[in-house]
């Protein structure tokens, strides 16, 4: 995967740390409670889901350690090429959103 | 339930989560072990019952383990042995599966149980420096046989003779990979 290009689609996993990081560096369990949320509970993560997905991500570019000293309570912050992935990712689903809105409707 | 009763339940299920961790590379441990225990602590303090804690908390432990472990070298090269002794099984199974007994589902059963075997012991034990548990599974899997053979050995096609034999295969395949392929790559 190249670090300049928005490797889509992402994983709804992906997708919710992405955005449960938009604007606001957070430590593991504060994701993990911000993508219950956003999803309204349908994602419900466990720790081992979200580091792997942490480890993915900082390989892809997408998210980077913030300074941190507590081993406890690490912080993880987007990139530049995490935001510019975020908002790909949310045209992209808009799309599909509009183009099966628009095939229920003529249904 | 008084709360000191509480408290010492409490630290029991983050004493268990912390030895089902090291299922876990250690690499990987070494990154998250002590971000994952603290979130273990947090979902324990907020969640509504233990029974919806460890369902939460099994769930992601399976689903991030298979994810963890096709991703690494070991996982592949499992599959890779898995792929080849399957193969084989096959081409057994249709040779000699209609004999009495079914040798190529014996001698298939015992090599994944001895696969499992060696894995399951080197994520709890780490990889070994000598080879004390690989005896100890050794001394433990002759004990099965030797039950097993007083009790099903005499009948057509010696199962337990079957199943140990390819349980010292697959303890010896992964024994190879963790131990002298790559023991850094696990």
Redesign the interface.
Known sequence: MSKSEPPLPLTPAVFHILLALFGKER???DI?QQVKADSGDAV?????????SL?RMIGAGLVAKGNTQD????YYRLTALGRTTLRAETDRLSRVALVARRQLGSA | MTRPERRQKESRSLRLYARLLELYPPAFLQRHRAEMLQNFADLEGAAASKAALWLLIGKDLTMSLISNFFASQLGRYVIGVLVAWILLFAIGYYRYGSTPGHPALHVFGGFLLGMLAVFIATRLYGTPQNSSYVIGLLVTSILIFTIGYLRYGSTPGHPALQVFGGFLLGMLSIYIKIVLISPQAT
């Open positions: 430590h593991g369990y993990m419900k993560m466990g720790p081992g889901t979200l580091y792997g480890d081993p406890r309570r690490i």
